[in-house]
């Protein structure tokens, strides 16, 4: 059905060359799938009114992730979205520290270009992929495109799995934040709340969680989709 | 970034090189995620291309000659792996093999070798454990490995020759036998000849001496009147350990030893001192010449520092367990028996009740007392109170000796614990048919009772009581749900599950989240399948497939007993040498990475028969 959707014209290269770039082939061992684990750090939730702050990416290949193609960068937000005082609490960035940095339609097709031919991984899709969709939207008319893993729904997914298993009683309370996550899987964490730690975090709890289907024989990319896709 | 460069700070021989080299590393560094059991690298396989830096989890190393494979080492967090590989360029000499979930900061080949070629520091790091540390590790291991007592078997012992006499031969006859022998005992043999049997005996030169020098019998009578028969024997092929253990149990000296049904030499005493001058397990020896309090606080000493010894040993934790209720239920005999001899011969028969750990054989260290007393119904008057008088001198004797009381007050002091039998009973009917929180906690208490001394015979007055308690669907579910109350502290990424607040943090207590659920559970288990057994491990042994727990379940909750005991035991022992009291909390840290692999394991062991109890008694339906 994409293909039947108009695409605008005059779109940048990387942002074309994104959309046209063949998706990996679910039925590829996971190990063999290229991933790019993205966080982002915002003025607030709400995809609609907030502005992007932060992005940090880092690529996961052949089942390592490859801290030579780590990113990050800042955004400056529009005139219209000001760092909001609230949120300075939790990324601790100011609006000194984005006043220089790119502005969104410089990032947007970096972004893209490093997203292209990969499988998109997140914690928690709807922010991280709220922003990059109302992003694309707004500069090009565009969608963000699949396949797409999300380790909180992973995490459900497993959590589900094992309740099934013990029946009620489980002493375990759903907890999906990155942190408790990470920790639960005995996995070192990084200072939170800084775009490029926590793709990093989610990086590794994501290895973490494939080594749970390993037990059960290689898993393919569509298994990982079956459990935690979250984009078409 | 921050925090990979923080790691590499703190561990050599990273922490040496500049930061701005660290800060390279860091950024050059590709991360990888093994789970347990995953091959990282295979001896002789594909050479690294990397170097492993070991960020957490831990790697088993294996090294396959002759056809077997050994465990050459084990490394873990801030330790490498790979390199041996990467600098000679050829297949790698080790499998490595994550031995739990295991992550690695992987660095590259190229900046390997270039941090080698700049820093001769590096270098040599790596080129120093080259040439034998593998050789190194593995003689170390065996060089650790434990001493004679656990490694050689009794036949190995056998010094005197096997004598062996009729039983109609005359017992001067018999000991001229074994003067000419040298022998220190000898075997009467009843037909069919040379087969172990149950009128096989054994006579010793104790027995000549008290049953027949002292006795002033005839030296023309039959041998077999002075014999001791069935002589109790053990495989030839049971470790010496085993051997010692067996004469402490029954009080002997001599054992005979039997392979394939004949009896083809005996060890004694004197043979395992040869062995093991300074092994203190031969105590049950010194209480017979123990008078003061004095002696008798040494002997108990003395039986605290055995344990010590057994565990450097590399004994199990329910052999320990074994040989010291042999040597405390020996004290308490001995203690038993001065009260008698004070107070007079006891009006009616009675019996002495250890329960809980003690009633198990399952008490490593002292403890606090746990103790009973039950006697005949239709007791003479003046029972009560010479029964009061016995308890309180048997109960303060302990204390004097190192067993402090206890603070729940479950000790034959307690009038309430010190009746008669129907009374006895009475308890018994009302816990299981009124299962409330009070009585499961009794049952826990007093199903493990053993009794020590006193000729009653407890075990036909209450164990069939307790054994019908298994017809009780609602006394099952309601100790069902009791074992399950605490529940393994291991979570779906098999990491354990620790104590966070306060000052408990990091803390695993391996009592009651530990040893005491398995003990738990095998006590329902046992009741299920109408096993009289107290002892944990015999419990789980015999109700196997006689209830709802399958054989391999079974032994998969036996050796995670023995395993969390062991630990639990070591770290005790550790506490007691610093001069602390020994405590349950074992500070997880303080583990080595061996250790707590082998601890998660039992907990998952643990895990899982306690899920499938929840299932087969449906705990969650019991209101």
């Known amino acids: ?232 | 970034m921050e925090e990979i460069v923080r790691f590499l700070l703190e561990h050599p021989p990273f922490s040496q090189l500049p930061l701005l080299q660290i800060q390279r590393i860091a950024s050059a560094v590709q991360i990888e995620y093994f789970g347990q059991g995953v091959q990282i690298l295979t001896q002789g396989g594909k050479p690294a291309s990397f170097l492993y830096l070991i960020r957490r989890g831990s790697v088993d190393l294996l090294r396959e000659r002759n056809g077997v494979v050994e465990v050459t080492d084990t490394l873990s967090v801030g330790e490498c792996f790979g390199y041996v590989s990467l600098i000679q360029g050829k297949p790698p000499i080790s499998t490595v093999r994550a031995r739990e979930a295991t992550l690695c900061y992987l660095i590259p080949a190229a900046l390997f070798h270039q941090l080698r070629r700049d820093y001769p520091s590096f270098a040599q790091f790596f080129a120093r454990s080259i040439t034998d540390r593998l050789e190194q590790a593995l003689q170390q291991r065996h060089a650790t490995a434990a001493p004679e007592l656990f490694q050689t078997r009794l036949r190995d012992l056998i010094t005197e020759p096997l004598v062996t006499v009729s039983p109609d031969t005359p017992v001067r006859e018999a000991a001229r036998r074994m003067r000419e022998a040298q022998a220190s005992a000898l075997i009467v043999d009843l037909p069919p000849y040379g087969l172990l049997d149950a009128g096989s005996g054994i006579v010793t030169d104790r027995d000549l001496r008290n049953r027949v020098v002292a006795e002033g019998l005839d030296y023309n009578t039959p041998i077999a009147q002075v014999m001791s028969a069935p002589a109790i024997t053990v495989p030839a092929d049971c470790l010496v350990f085993e051997g010692l253990l067996k004469m402490i149990e029954h009080g002997v000296h001599h054992l005979p030893l039997s392979d394939g049904g004949q009896i083809i030499g005996v060890v004694s005493y004197r043979d395992f001192l040869r062995l093991q001058s300074h092994n203190p397990l031969l105590m049950p020896q010194r209480l017979v010449r123990a008078h003061s309090d004095a002696d008798l606080r040494a002997y108990t000493e003395q039986v605290t520092a055995t344990v010590g010894g057994l565990l450097d040993a590399g004994a199990r934790v329910s052999d320990i367990g074994r040989a010291v209720a042999a040597a405390h239920d020996a004290l308490l005999v001995h203690i038993i028996r001065d009260a008698e001899a004070a107070l007079g011969p006891p009006p009616c028969p009675y019996a002495w009740l250890v329960l809980g750990s003690e009633g198990r054989y399952e008490q490593t260290l002292r403890t606090d007392q746990d103790n009973a007393l039950i006697y005949a119904d239709n007791a003479p008057e003046g029972a009560e109170a010479y029964f009061e008088a016995l308890a309180e001198r048997v109960v303060e004797q302990l204390v004097r000796c190192g067993f402090p009381r206890c603070p729940g007050n479950v000790m034959a002091t307690n009038p309430q614990w010190r009746q008669p039998r129907s009374v006895w009973q009475n308890y018994f009917r009302q816990w299981i048919s009124v299962p409330n929180e009070e009585a499961l906690l009794q049952t826990a208490i007093f199903f493990d009772l053993r009794p020590v001394y006193g000729t009653l015979d407890t075990e036909a007055s209450l164990r069939p009581i307790i054994l019908r308690a298994r017809d009780n669907r609602v006394f099952l579910g309601r100790l069902a749900r009791a074992a399950l109350r605490q529940t393994a502290p291991i979570n779906f990424f098999r990491q354990l599950v620790l104590e966070r607040r306060g000052d408990q943090r990091g803390v695993i207590d391996l009592k009651y989240r530990g040893t005491a659920m398995i003990v738990d559970l095998a006590r329902l288990f046992a009741l299920e399948a109408g096993v009289p057994d107290t002892n944990t491990i015999a419990r789980l042994r015999k109700s196997a497939n006689h209830s709802s727990l399958s054989e391999t379940s079974a032994e998969e909750l036996i050796a995670a007993f023995e395993l969390i005991g062991l630990l639990r035991l070591r770290w005790q022992y550790q506490q007691l040498r610093q001069g602390l009291e020994p405590s349950n909390q074992v500070e997880v840290d303080k583990l080595t990475p061996l250790e707590r692999r082998e601890l998660k394991e039992a907990l998952r062991a643990v895990a899982v028969a306690q899920r499938a109890v929840a299932v087969t008694f449906q705990t969650s339906l019991i209101a």
Do not use: K
Request: charged share 25%.
């Open chain 1, 1 to 232: 059905m994409f293909l039947f959707r108009r695409r605008p014209s005059n779109l940048p290269e990387p942002v074309s060359r994104y959309l046209d770039a063949p998706r990996p082939d679910p039925a590829l061992p996971w190990r063999d799938a290229p991933y790019s684990v993205i966080d982002v750090e915002t003025t607030g939730l709400n995809p609609r009114r907030d502005a992007l702050l932060a992005v940090g990416m880092v690529d996961i290949d052949e089942g390592r992730i490859r801290m030579d193609r780590r990113w990050y960068t800042l955004v400056r937000p529009p005139d219209d979205a000001p760092v909001n005082p609230e949120a300075i609490r939790v990324h601790g960035l100011l609006p000194q520290d984005v006043e220089h940095a790119p502005p969104l339609d410089e990032v947007i097709p970096a972004v893209l270009q490093r997203l292209t031919g990969r499988v998109l991984v997140v914690h928690v899709a709807d922010v991280d992929i709220g922003f990059l969709r109302q992003a694309m939207r707004r500069l090009y008319g565009v969608e963000p495109r699949g396949p797409a893993i999300d380790t909180a729904r992973l995490a459900w997914h497993f959590q589900r799995h094992q309740r099934l298993i013990e029946g009620s009683g489980s002493e375990q309370e759903p907890a999906l934040q990155l942190r408790a996550l990470a920790e639960s899987a005995g996995l070192p964490v990084f200072p939170e709340h800084n775009a490029f730690n926590d793709a990093l975090t989610t990086a590794q709890l994501f290895l973490a969680q494939v080594s749970m289907f390993e037990a059960h024989g290689m898993p393919r990319l569509r298994d990982l989709l079956r459990a935690g896709g979250c984009l078409r």
